[in-house]
């Protein structure tokens, strides 16, 4: 339960959260979120909601406790309060729960999150006593780094700096799907200068959405959230207003990205969440043809597949947390659970979703229920901070140490502790990802060797890695993106089952739904090796390796009947309340 809050239903519920692993401050602050939100209720939140209402509310209220404050201030820049720290656990239990309520809302966080990792990693004191204070004021951020014509590739940025001969510059160019653009105290904008070719003339500084040079074009989506373009035009940057330079600057990029795209995961859970109570609760009190729905075979199956795969994603989100917090310059072992916690966490909530919503069919497009909005948004976690394609290349980037070479590593031990992640902000350079090392992964499963699923998708596992030793990928297949995503959904299944397993033991998660959990593991694991044998690109050494991998997952009645009674148990467990009348 790591960082997140959950219930005996092993969701986050609102009506009886477990907030213990947390500190009093902590535990108030995520309180009085869940009773504003509760206090608006139902009816306000999808009426705003339906008319893209701009969520000035919710900012008030952020101001008013000084949340944003007290979870995005270091300790270093907190001027000696002793509740304000730079806390993942936190931060990952407040994004699940405002993504519950609305994806808006965790957007506004989120891009927050973005702008200020360039300002949190800087060495300009200015900036960084600026930001502390914009917070204490209740201000957001924005992340100025995408544009319309390049997107977030960072070498072909067309914001120019140009020298005004008095030590600063003069910065004109657009920024395009900048969140939080309409209204940042600060936007940390990525640029480079005229003056100066190659990495060296990279520039990040901050820019204020207020400034008369700074315009803003229009909101780029049609939604809650503010995705802007804006435009700056002769806007003047001083000394003071610089954040890095160089190949500095391009690093706070990516590290900053590191750092935000983590947060991704656990909006789709929230999402999920809320989802999966308003579906079941509407589900297991219909009847049809005089029978409840949940009562045919196929909605079951679809609500246990859903719910298992939800419980995977929190477990697997819980332990990421711990890794993400006890990074250091000697465990960068964070770098390859960060973009699977992105990658992996946002797929599977797309899955949970599509089917719930095969059972619940129209209902799901009625405006009055919280999952019509759920399924318009889904899918737009996985396409921030980086598309699905571009976290599996990246993920792939460690399978031969992850698969080939284990090493000894120190255990990592749970992080409930209320300490300042200060270790995210001087990441350093973002190259040498394939030296990183990992433990035998193996070691995550001998705990649950009895446990039928468990021990098949060990068996594949072991037959991925065999594939790859006896029929290894060509030097052509090596550059075929094609043929690589598919053997990289196979690899992150495996890293995702360990994690998993890893929480499972640390919470004690009843076998039977560990085995549910393996069970549609093993069941992806097939359908992923028949995508690998199916690409045009594919060996027939490694079709007939990839057909060894079709396995049926282990069927057992007593085991998936135990799993229903968790889903009916969120029968009527938690509905929103409708609001003032």
Request: aromatic share 12%; glycine share 8%.
């Amino acid at each position: 339960m790591s960082g997140q809050a959950t219930t005996s239903t092993g969701l986050f519920n609102p009506n009886n959260p477990d907030l213990s692993q947390f500190d009093p401050a902590t535990q108030r602050l995520l309180t009085a979120t869940i009773d504003w939100f509760e206090r608006r209720g139902k009816t306000t939140l999808l009426e705003q909601y339906n008319t893209a209402a701009w969520g000035a509310d919710f900012l008030e209220f952020v101001g008013t406790e000084k949340l944003f404050a007290t979870l995005l201030t270091p300790t270093a820049d907190a001027e000696g309060d002793p509740d304000k720290r730079w806390d993942t656990s936190r931060i990952a239990a407040f994004s699940e729960i405002t993504a519950f309520y609305g994806l808006s809302y965790w957007y506004m966080l989120q891009v927050t999150i973005l702008g200020l990792g360039p300002i949190w990693q800087s060495d300009n004191a200015a900036a960084r006593r600026r930001a502390a204070q914009l917070l204490d004021d209740g201000g957001v951020f924005a992340f100025g780094l995408s544009e319309q014509t390049h997107g977030a590739d960072i070498y072909s940025t067309d914001m120019l700096l140009t020298p005004d001969g008095s030590g600063g510059f003069t910065a004109s160019g657009s920024k395009y799907y900048i969140g939080n653009g309409n209204v940042a105290g600060m936007v940390s904008v990525f640029g480079r200068r005229t003056d100066v070719d190659g990495p060296d003339g990279y520039v990040f500084f901050a820019a204020d959405s207020g400034h008369s040079a700074y315009h803003l074009v229009k909101n780029t989506v049609n939604m809650q959230m503010y995705v802007s373009e804006f435009r700056l035009e002769d806007f003047p940057v001083r000394a003071e207003d610089i954040l890095h330079t160089g190949q500095s600057a391009f690093e706070a990029a990516l590290n900053t990205v590191n750092i935000g795209k983590f947060n991704i995961g656990f909006a789709s859970l929230g999402m999920c969440e809320h989802a999966m109570f308003e579906a079941v609760t509407h589900a297991h009190n219909r009847i049809l043809y005089g029978k409840r729905v949940t009562e045919f075979p196929h909605v079951r199956r679809a609500l246990t597949d859903a719910y298992a795969r939800l419980r995977a994603m929190k477990l697997f989100s819980s332990r990421a947390i711990d890794y993400f917090r006890s990074a250091s310059t000697d465990d960068r072992r964070y770098l390859l659970f960060n973009p699977v916690t992105k990658m992996k966490v946002t797929t599977e909530a797309e899955k949970v979703v599509a089917d719930v919503w095969d059972v619940i069919a129209a209902r799901g497009f009625e405006k009055d229920t919280y999952f019509n909005q759920v399924g318009k948004d889904i899918t737009a976690p996985a396409k921030l901070e980086g598309t699905v394609h571009v976290n599996l290349a990246l993920i792939l980037k460690f399978l031969p140490n992850y698969l080939f070479s284990p090493q000894d590593r120190p255990e990592i031990p749970v992080r409930h502790d209320p300490a300042d992640d200060e270790f995210l902000f001087r990441q350093g350079p973002t190259r040498g990802l394939s030296a990183i090392t990992f433990a035998d992964w193996h070691a995550a499963f001998e705990p649950f060797g009895d446990v039928a699923n468990v021990a098949l998708f060990c068996e594949l596992a072991d037959g991925l890695a065999e594939l790859l030793r006896t029929a290894p990928p060509t030097a052509e297949q090596q550059q075929d993106t094609d043929f690589q995503l598919s053997l990289g959904e196979l690899f992150t299944g495996v890293v995702y089952a360990q994690l998993i397993l890893e929480q499972a033991a640390i919470e004690s998660t009843e076998p039977a739904l560990v085995d549910q959990i393996f069970d549609v593991l093993v069941r992806d694991f097939s359908v992923q090796a028949v995508e690998l044998h199916n690409r045009v690109a594919t060996t027939d050494a490694q079709r007939r390796l990839a057909l060894g991998l079709v396995r049926p997952a282990v069927a057992d009645a007593e085991r998936a009947e135990a799993v229903w009674q968790m889903v009916v148990g969120l029968d009527g467990a938690y509905a929103m309340n409708p609001g003032p009348s």
